[in-house]
Nanobody, 122 residues
Framework: QLQASGGGLVQAGGSLTLSCAAS????????MGWFRQAPGKEREFVAA????????YYADSAKGRFTISRINAKNTVYLQMNSLKPEDTAVYYC?????????????????WGQGTQVTVSS
C-alpha cells in the first residue's frame, strides 16, 4: 500500500516536497516512480528511481527543477519540487514496481498511491 502526501497550494516559483510512504518489509526491492495527471489530460511520467537510488530519470518537464529520492529504512520516496509553474498543477501519484531497475512507463508499475493534489497559482 502506498500513501502519498505533501500536496497543497503554492505560488509560482515556490516549492513543495511530496512524500510516499509504503507499507511492507520489501520496499528496497521496488523501483519507485512519480506520475501526475492534470484535468482533462492523460497521466504522465514525472520521475523514477531504482531500488538503491543509484539511478534516477526525469521527464523533460521535471529536469533541473524536481528531485526524486528515497530512504529505504523509512519505506519512503520523495519528490522535491522547486520553481513550480502553473502547468505543474495536477494530482501527483506515486507508484511501485517489484523490480530493481527504474521504469518509465505507467504500465510497468504494479502498485499506485491514492494521489495528492498540487495546485500552483500564477
Amino acid at each position: 500500500q502506498l500513501q502519498a502526501s505533501g500536496g497543497g497550494l503554492v505560488q509560482a516559483g515556490g516549492s513543495l516536497t511530496l512524500s510516499c510512504a509504503a507499507s511492507g518489509r520489501t520496499f528496497s526491492s521496488y523501483a519507485m516512480g512519480w506520475f501526475r495527471q492534470a484535468p482533462g489530460k492523460e497521466r504522465e511520467f514525472v520521475a523514477a528511481i531504482d531500488y538503491s537510488s543509484s539511478n534516477t530519470y526525469y521527464a523533460d518537464s521535471a529536469k533541473g527543477r524536481f528531485t526524486i529520492s528515497r530512504i529505504n529504512a523509512k519505506n519512503t520516496v520523495y519528490l522535491q519540487m522547486n520553481s513550480l509553474k502553473p502547468e505543474d498543477t495536477a494530482v501527483y501519484y506515486c507508484a511501485a514496481v517489484w523490480r530493481l531497475y527504474l521504469a518509465v512507463a505507467a504500465t510497468s508499475y504494479n502498485y499506485w498511491g491514492q494521489g495528492t493534489q498540487v495546485t500552483v497559482s500564477s
